[in-house]
């Protein structure tokens, strides 16, 4: 069985500041794991996925994300937010060859001028 | 036209309707699926098709009803729902069932009176 947690429903930052979103995982084999963005009144958008190849993982937009074992987490950095990055961030984890993917509750990312 | 579209974007019905939703993806995927985002909760896979069969159904009650008759299209079959069907409905497709990258449409924003 898998879960995600994302640690933060809201996250509020200024423009030019950094973007720090927390997710932690559970799995009971090396999982997959991705980040989605949702814009208002939109789909889904995969943003960047680690599938055990490289631990540093970089998406659209100046995403990244790291996945450390040690820490069970694949936080979602950015280093210098825009108002445009605005929207709700999903965390998500499944095992290697199932279909099932495992949402997290979602991180809603505020930007401030 | 790309990608994966979803109709109708909005639905307002009362309990004793039917009505379908409506998703085509044109990304030549043979793997599709329907997702329900309720607020404040992560999202919850409600079925997949694999080659048009059912691979997966997560215990939806049978007032929601799926048919894919191709590998291009999904409906998603309603009839005597209840309010706390209210939710946004979001279909997906990926290559293969159990493929790691799947694509969203904008989904389906149902009310049920």
């Known amino acids: 069985a898998q879960s995600v947690t994302q640690l933060g429903s809201h996250v509020s930052v200024s423009e030019g500041a950094l973007v720090l979103l927390r997710c932690n995982y559970s799995s009971s084999v090396p999982p997959y794991l991705f980040w989605y963005v949702q814009y208002p009144n939109q789909g889904l958008q995969l943003l960047l996925k680690?599938?055990?190849?490289?631990?540093l993982v970089k998406g659209i937009n100046g995403f990244e994300a790291e996945f450390k074992k040690s820490e069970t987490s694949f936080h979602l950095t950015k280093p210098s937010a825009h108002m445009s990055d605005a929207a709700e961030y999903f965390c998500?984890?499944?095992?290697?060859?199932?279909?099932?993917?495992?949402f997290g509750t979602g991180t809603r990312l505020q930007v401030t001028l | 036209e790309t990608g994966v579209t979803q109709t109708p974007r909005h639905l307002v019905m009362g309990m004793t309707n039917k009505k379908s939703l409506k998703c085509e993806q044109h990304?030549?995927?043979?793997?599709m699926y329907w997702y329900k985002q309720s607020a404040k909760k992560p999202l919850e896979l409600m079925f997949v098709y694999s080659l048009e069969e059912r691979v997966e159904n997560n215990s939806v009650p049978s007032r929601f009803s799926p048919e894919c008759p191709n590998s291009s299209h999904l409906f998603l079959h309603l009839h005597t729902l209840q309010p706390e069907d209210s939710a946004l409905y979001l279909c997906?497709?990926?290559?293969?069932?159990?493929?790691?990258?799947?694509?969203f449409g904008p989904g389906t924003r149902l009310l049920v009176l």
């Open positions: 997906a497709s990926s290559s293969l069932a159990g493929e790691e990258t799947q694509y």
């Open positions: 990304l030549g995927h043979n793997a």
């Open positions: 680690y599938t055990s190849a490289a631990t």
């Open positions: 998500a984890v499944r095992p290697p060859c199932a279909s099932k993917l495992t």
